[in-house]
């Protein structure tokens, strides 16, 4: 799950990797986005594919680093939206979003295009900020 903060608050992740891909580094990016302090979305064009198993050495991992960061990953990520540009594709990711947000802490949120996600996640962005004025 590579991370892109180049324009933070909007933080891409891209789940194509390679043979070699250091899952650490993945971590450690993450890591520094919650560092940060401040709410931020993710955004993504590939779904993570149905027929990709984890090995129960990083499931444990990655359980073990959600429950350490369990507080920030709820206070400061506002979704993960997953841009699908097919309509069946993005019915049959529903019912997933819910199992997804019960694990991660932030929710899943569906969107046609890269359009249709910036926008969602200006909204999202902007009503955070909005409520911390308040």
Do not use: C
Not at 114 to 130: H, M, P, V
């Amino acid at each position: 799950m590579p991370l892109d903060s180049t324009n933070f608050p909007l933080v891409w992740m891209s789940f194509e990797e390679g043979p070699d891909h250091d899952h650490d580094h993945d971590f450690e990016a993450f890591e520094a986005n919650l560092k940060r302090g401040l709410p931020f979305v993710l955004l993504t064009n590939s779904a993570p594919a149905e027929d990709h198993e984890h090995t129960q050495e990083e499931k444990k991992r990655t359980s073990l680093w959600m429950k350490k960061h369990k507080a920030e990953l709820r206070t400061l990520v506002l979704a993960m939206i997953v841009i699908e540009p097919s309509a069946a594709k993005r019915l049959a990711f529903k019912p997933f979003g819910v199992a997804f947000a019960k694990f991660w802490g932030y929710p899943m949120r569906l969107a046609s295009s890269r359009e249709e996600a910036l926008g969602i996640a200006g909204k999202l962005l902007s009503e955070r900020a909005g409520s911390a004025i308040a």
